[in-house]
Structure formats: structure tokens, C-alpha cells
């Protein structure tokens, strides 16, 4: 029993300490601000009226057109259309998806995948759909003036649209929702006026309406702003940290509570980390220990001291490097739910939501990578909330309540967290001392 404790509070740090900077797709919010502008309809609706987005599903060539066509506000104007293409599928089953294809044709928004097939039930992928969305706000790619259709994911990257995250993997209809949301907030080529604006004076969108999203992208740059001046130089950061958990385990409340000091340093050659936690539950104390140096993992949990390599969380480490540690600054406005400011006593404090659904499948990833999975069934994160404070410019806390739920070993246990996170430097003025024993730790089992 005192193993098994033990061994779920170690899940449950892990993952708490890592949600904060993992990402998975699930953009549902996005789609439901699209839907109250009018500009993102789904494939139905349910038996309350709500809209079914089905946002799981690969879009086909002629459904991304149809959203592209629907986020520019053209509908009406391309259903009302008479429009002559050279396509010849795009007839009987099809015929729903000539208004949308005509329209983008005629606008030189899209072309055939030969001179007499559209494509029309072929996937629509990522570099596509945003080729499509580029030549809407203007760019070219004809003979290459602006970029080319092997560049249109880089370039569009570059323009805002997407990050990393969403050209990697399946392009699905949930990630059409989060490219064009980033689209609406977007310039114009050679211009300062955001589409949203411009659909706005095009009397397509509300001006109330867009105000909303507007705000919440002005706001979002301040914050970024700020985040990016107060770690400028920074590559290195000393925090201490608590944790208050109330977990629910088996109908039976287990107050927690996990307070220690983690230090993260980007060298040349990688990330490096210190982490000490000391975990009072079920009236037991154990102290966990995290090192990772020299791309190996060090795990010491009171009882027995492990290593394993450690690769392909590099990255997510790294985030929480000062320039991402402040609600992953670089991200795009769509894995935001929302964002508000509030000043007090000469600090600014910008309260955040981040969409639990965002970050459960990433985090998942990080912990097998950190040889921490063993015994992992499942785990849900539920939205969270970041409360970020600057003083005097610089970033001196965070804290963030979060609920999530692990299911390790056959027992489910869900989570009330309440993460606080001091910054006591950044920098040069962080040092990281290693334990003198490291090379007694033993691989970890397989």
C-alpha cells in the first residue's frame, strides 16, 4: 500500500508539473467563436440546436474550400452565384460544393488538382488549406511572388497562422477552425487592417462581435509583450514552487501538499533540471528528486534512484525556459480560451484559461518519455487557470488552479490543484548543483 501511495503521487506531480506546458489538438472554443460570428457553421446541428462541428474528421478538399468560403463571410454571395468551372466532379452528390468551389475559383483562390478534377472527396491537408487561407489575405503564390506551395507552410507559420504543433500530424477539421481563427486575426498583404476588420467593413461580421475577439488579441499582445521583456536575455530560471491538492480517491478526500524548488538551465549542448519536491500525504512524507543532465534523466524517489534517457520531452523542458514559462508566450491566440487584466499596488496580474482539452494527450507523451508511465491507465486535464504577475516589468509569480484526473494502477484519482511558482532569478544567477552519486543510479526497468 505505502509503495502503491507512493508510486500515484509521483504520476499525479509528474503530470500536474508537466501540463503546464504541453499541447494537443482540441479546438472547440475557436470553433465556437467562429460560429458566433457566422462564420464557421459545422455539419449540423443536435437535438438542442447546438452546432456539430465534427471536428475529428479529415476535411475533404471541397469542405475546406466551403469553411474558407464561409470564414471570408461569401456564403450567401456564393451560393446566389452563377459560376462556371472546368471541373467535371463536382455533380450529383458533389453538386452541394459548386457554389463554394466556384466562388474560390472565379477569386483565385483555388485551383484543380488537374484542369478537369477539382478533388473534390480527396483529404485536404495542412499545406492546402493554407495556401488557400494566404491567397485570401492577399499573398501569391503564382510563379512565386509571395511564396510557393512547398513554402505555404513555413510561410504561413511566419504570417501567424499556425505553429509547430498544428503542421505536424493529422490536419483535421479541428485544426481548420484553429487556422482560421488565427486567419481572421491576421493583416491584410502590405497592410495593417486585420481580416476580421475588413470582413467588419464589409458589413460580413458584426462590429460589436468582432470587438470581442479584437480585444482579446490586444490584450493577448500586451501580455506577450510584457512576457518577452521581462526574459529577454534569460535563458535560465530559479523558482520555488507549492502545490495544495485535494485528491478523490475511491470516494475517500486525500488533502496533498508538495513544496520544493526547481531550476531549469538551456546550455548549448541541451536543457539541464533540478527539481526537488517533498510530498506530505496520507500522513506520509516523501521527498522526490529530478535531475536531468547530460540527456539522462535522474529519478530518486526515497527509495530507489533510476535513470533513463530522456529525449523527446527535450522540448517540453525547455518551455519552461523564462521566454514560455508565463502561459507558453509564442503560442497563437488559439490555444487561448481567455485572457483579463487587473493592476493592484503597482503589479499587473493577467488572468488566463487554457483549455484543458489541449493539454491532456502531450502530457501523456512527456511522462513515458520521462519513464514515469509505468502503471499510467489514462489522464484528463480540466481547463485551467493562470494567474501571471509582472512587478516592475519583470515576472515575479504565477499560480494556476487545475483539475485533472489519473487513472494509474486501477485506481482513478481526481485532482484539485492550486500551483504556485515564485521566480527567485533568471539567467546567469542560476546555478545548478548535481548529487555527487549520480553515477550510482541504475537503469530503470524496462
Same mark, same amino acid.
Given at each position: 500500500?505505502?509503495?502503491?501511495?507512493?508510486?500515484?503521487?509521483?504520476?499525479?506531480?509528474?503530470?500536474?508539473?508537466?501540463?503546464?506546458?504541453?499541447?494537443?489538438?482540441?479546438?472547440?472554443?475557436?470553433?465556437?467563436?467562429?460560429?458566433?460570428?457566422?462564420?464557421?457553421?459545422?455539419?449540423?446541428?443536435?437535438?438542442?440546436?447546438?452546432?456539430?462541428?465534427?471536428?475529428?474528421?479529415?476535411?475533404?478538399?471541397?469542405?475546406?474550400?466551403?469553411?474558407?468560403?464561409?470564414?471570408?463571410?461569401?456564403?450567401?454571395?456564393?451560393?446566389?452565384?452563377d459560376w462556371d468551372v472546368p471541373f467535371t466532379d463536382l455533380d450529383g452528390a458533389d453538386a452541394w460544393a459548386l457554389?463554394?468551389?466556384?466562388?474560390?475559383?472565379?477569386?483565385?483562390?483555388?485551383?484543380?488538382?488537374?484542369?478537369?478534377?477539382?478533388?473534390?472527396?480527396?483529404?485536404?491537408?495542412?499545406?492546402?488549406?493554407?495556401?488557400?487561407?494566404?491567397?485570401?489575405?492577399?499573398?501569391?503564390?503564382?510563379e512565386g511572388a509571395d511564396f510557393t506551395y512547398a513554402s505555404a507552410l513555413e510561410f504561413a507559420t511566419e504570417k501567424?497562422?499556425?505553429?509547430?504543433?498544428?503542421?505536424?500530424?493529422?490536419?483535421?477539421?479541428?485544426?481548420?477552425?484553429?487556422?482560421?481563427?488565427?486567419?481572421?486575426?491576421?493583416?491584410?498583404?502590405?497592410?495593417?487592417?486585420?481580416?476580421?476588420?475588413?470582413?467588419?467593413?464589409?458589413?460580413?461580421?458584426?462590429?460589436?462581435?468582432?470587438?470581442?475577439?479584437?480585444?482579446?488579441?490586444?490584450?493577448?499582445?500586451?501580455?506577450?509583450?510584457?512576457?518577452?521583456?521581462?526574459?529577454?536575455?534569460?535563458?535560465?530560471?530559479?523558482?520555488?514552487?507549492?502545490?495544495?491538492?485535494?485528491?478523490?480517491?475511491?470516494?475517500?478526500?486525500?488533502? $496533498?501538499? &508538495?513544496?520544493? !524548488?526547481?531550476?531549469?538551465?538551456?546550455?548549448?549542448?541541451? +536543457?539541464?533540471?533540478?527539481?526537488? %519536491? *517533498? /510530498?506530505?500525504?496520507?500522513?506520509?512524507?516523501?521527498?522526490?528528486?529530478?535531475?536531468?543532465?547530460?540527456?539522462?534523466?535522474?529519478?530518486?524517489?526515497?527509495?530507489?534512484?533510476?535513470?533513463?534517457?530522456?529525449?523527446?520531452?527535450?522540448?517540453?523542458?525547455?518551455?519552461?525556459?523564462?521566454?514560455?514559462?508565463?502561459?507558453?508566450?509564442?503560442?497563437?491566440?488559439?490555444?487561448?480560451?481567455?485572457?483579463?487584466?487587473?493592476?493592484?499596488?503597482?503589479?499587473?496580474?493577467?488572468?488566463?484559461?487554457?483549455?484543458?482539452?489541449?493539454?491532456?494527450?502531450?502530457?501523456?507523451?512527456?511522462?513515458?518519455?520521462?519513464?514515469?508511465?509505468?502503471?499510467?491507465?489514462?489522464?484528463?486535464?480540466?481547463?485551467?487557470?493562470?494567474?501571471?504577475?509582472?512587478?516592475?516589468?519583470?515576472?515575479?509569480?504565477?499560480? $494556476?488552479? &487545475?483539475?485533472? !484526473?489519473?487513472?494509474?494502477?486501477?485506481?482513478?484519482?481526481? +485532482?484539485?490543484?492550486?500551483?504556485? %511558482? *515564485? /521566480?527567485?532569478?533568471?539567467?546567469?544567477?542560476?546555478?545548478?548543483?548535481?548529487?555527487?552519486?549520480?553515477?550510482?543510479?541504475?537503469?530503470?526497468?524496462?
Amino acid at each position: 500500500m505505502k509503495h502503491s501511495v507512493k508510486r500515484l503521487l509521483a504520476l499525479v506531480l509528474s503530470c500536474a508539473l508537466l501540463s503546464v506546458c504541453a499541447f494537443a489538438a482540441d479546438f472547440t472554443g475557436r470553433a465556437d467563436e467562429l460560429h458566433a460570428l457566422g462564420l464557421f457553421k459545422g455539419t449540423g446541428t443536435d437535438e438542442a440546436g447546438n452546432p456539430v462541428y465534427n471536428l475529428d474528421a479529415a476535411p475533404t478538399r471541397a469542405e475546406a474550400v466551403t469553411m474558407l468560403v464561409r470564414l471570408l463571410g461569401k456564403d450567401a454571395e456564393a451560393l446566389e452565384g452563377d459560376w462556371d468551372v472546368p471541373f467535371t466532379d463536382l455533380d450529383g452528390a458533389d453538386a452541394w460544393a459548386l457554389p463554394y468551389v466556384g466562388y474560390a475559383y472565379a477569386n483565385k483562390l483555388t485551383t484543380g488538382e488537374t484542369d478537369t478534377l477539382f478533388g473534390t472527396n480527396n483529404r485536404c491537408s495542412a499545406q492546402m488549406y493554407c495556401t488557400f487561407v494566404l491567397r485570401s489575405l492577399g499573398y501569391s503564390d503564382a510563379e512565386g511572388a509571395d511564396f510557393t506551395y512547398a513554402s505555404a507552410l513555413e510561410f504561413a507559420t511566419e504570417k501567424g497562422l499556425l505553429d509547430e504543433y498544428l503542421a505536424q500530424g493529422d490536419f483535421l477539421r479541428d485544426e481548420i477552425a484553429a487556422v482560421s481563427y488565427s486567419a481572421l486575426l491576421t493583416p491584410l498583404k502590405d497592410s495593417e487592417t486585420l481580416l476580421i476588420n475588413k470582413l467588419v467593413e464589409d458589413g460580413a461580421v458584426e462590429a460589436d462581435a468582432a470587438k470581442l475577439l479584437t480585444d482579446k488579441l490586444a490584450l493577448y499582445n500586451e501580455f506577450n509583450a510584457l512576457s518577452a521583456g521581462s526574459s529577454e536575455g534569460a535563458d535560465s530560471i530559479d523558482m520555488s514552487m507549492k502545490m495544495d491538492m485535494t485528491m478523490s480517491m475511491g470516494g475517500v478526500q486525500v488533502p $496533498m501538499n &508538495m513544496e520544493g !524548488s526547481q531550476k531549469v538551465k538551456v546550455t548549448e549542448t541541451g +536543457v539541464e533540471l533540478a527539481s526537488v %519536491m *517533498t /510530498i506530505t500525504a496520507l500522513e506520509q512524507t516523501q521527498t522526490l528528486e529530478q535531475y536531468l543532465k547530460d540527456g539522462v534523466m535522474y529519478t530518486n524517489d526515497g527509495e530507489n534512484k533510476v535513470k533513463a534517457p530522456y529525449t523527446s520531452a527535450d522540448d517540453a523542458l525547455a518551455a519552461l525556459s523564462p521566454s514560455d514559462l508565463s502561459g507558453a508566450a509564442s503560442s497563437p491566440l488559439y490555444f487561448i480560451e481567455s485572457i483579463s487584466k487587473a493592476e493592484t499596488d503597482g503589479k499587473v496580474s493577467y488572468t488566463i484559461v487554457l483549455p484543458g482539452n489541449l493539454l491532456t494527450s502531450m502530457t501523456e507523451t512527456v511522462i513515458g518519455s520521462m519513464g514515469q508511465a509505468e502503471g499510467l491507465d489514462s489522464m484528463s486535464i480540466g481547463n485551467i487557470t493562470m494567474v501571471a504577475t509582472f512587478e516592475n516589468d519583470a515576472l515575479s509569480s504565477i499560480t $494556476m488552479d &487545475m483539475p485533472m !484526473s489519473v487513472t494509474a494502477e486501477g485506481q482513478t484519482v481526481d +485532482v484539485a490543484a492550486k500551483i504556485e %511558482m *515564485t /521566480i527567485n532569478a533568471m539567467g546567469d544567477g542560476v546555478v545548478i548543483e548535481f548529487p555527487a552519486d549520480l553515477d550510482t543510479y541504475v537503469e530503470a526497468a524496462e
